[in-house]
């Protein structure tokens, strides 16, 4: 596609529930990264694959945090037993080569999930 | 947390005037690449600046990074109302970004 893309756009869960967050990156994008976003804010670094491989995973919250990337394309952040606290716009990142040091990210719209 | 911190947090200017946000980390930098973020196009990426520049310029913008400092300026000339935004520095080594600057402009 011409841009990364994800799904869905906004999600209301009660707490408790599981969701699963989805992320397209642009063909051929090397890297794919994670950020939760709280409203006022700064993105924070939730976790970074190169391909398929997760090879920073440092900022996720707690173990209620899972991301994959099985084909190093699309990739999926799942949240397991929903808390408030979770309720955040969740942003997905991809850029051509490894990690952001020459190279820029191109970044989607956000999911907005909030926990009720 | 945030690694980053950008000074000022709320800045507002008149239209055609020019607007000087800052970041500093307190770990090491590499290369630095600075952000946009609006409503209406979500984050998008301004300029990169490699750890052996001192400044780079892009169109309206000037970009200083001092890694004795670990620190940089963002410098926008000329404002526009469209330059309204929040203005995000991200360590391009760590992947972070820092809390941000919200730039108002007034036309």
């Known amino acids: 596609g011409a841009g990364v893309s994800q799904s869905p756009r906004y999600k209301v869960a009660k707490r408790g529930q599981d969701v699963a967050l989805r992320c397209d990156p642009i063909s051929g994008h090397v890297s794919l990264f994670w950020y939760q976003q709280a409203l006022g804010q700064g993105p924070e670094f939730l976790t970074y694959?190169?391909?398929?491989?997760?090879?920073?995973k440092s900022g996720l919250p707690s173990d209620r945090f899972f991301a994959e990337r099985p084909e190093g394309s699309v990739s999926t952040l799942k949240i397991q037993r929903t808390q408030q606290e979770d309720s955040a716009v969740y942003l997905c990142a991809s850029s051509r080569n490894r990690g952001l040091m020459n190279t820029e990210a191109f970044f989607g719209q956000g999911t907005r999930l909030t926990v009720v | 947390s945030q690694q980053g911190e950008e000074d000022p947090q709320a800045l507002s200017i008149q239209e055609g005037e020019n607007a000087t946000m800052n970041c500093s980390y307190k770990t090491s930098i590499n290369n630095l690449q600075w952000y946009r973020q609006n409503s209406g196009r979500g984050l998008v990426h301004l300029i990169l600046?490699?750890?052996?520049?001192r400044e780079k310029h892009s169109g309206r913008l000037r970009v200083t990074l001092d890694t004795s400092k670990k620190s940089s300026s963002l410098l926008i000339t000329a404002s526009r109302a469209a330059d309204t935004a929040s203005y995000f520095c991200v360590n391009a080594g760590k992947s972070t970004f820092g809390d941000g600057t919200t730039l108002t402009v007034k036309p």
């Open positions: 694959f190169q391909n398929e491989a997760q090879l920073d």
């Open positions: 600046i490699r750890s052996n520049e």
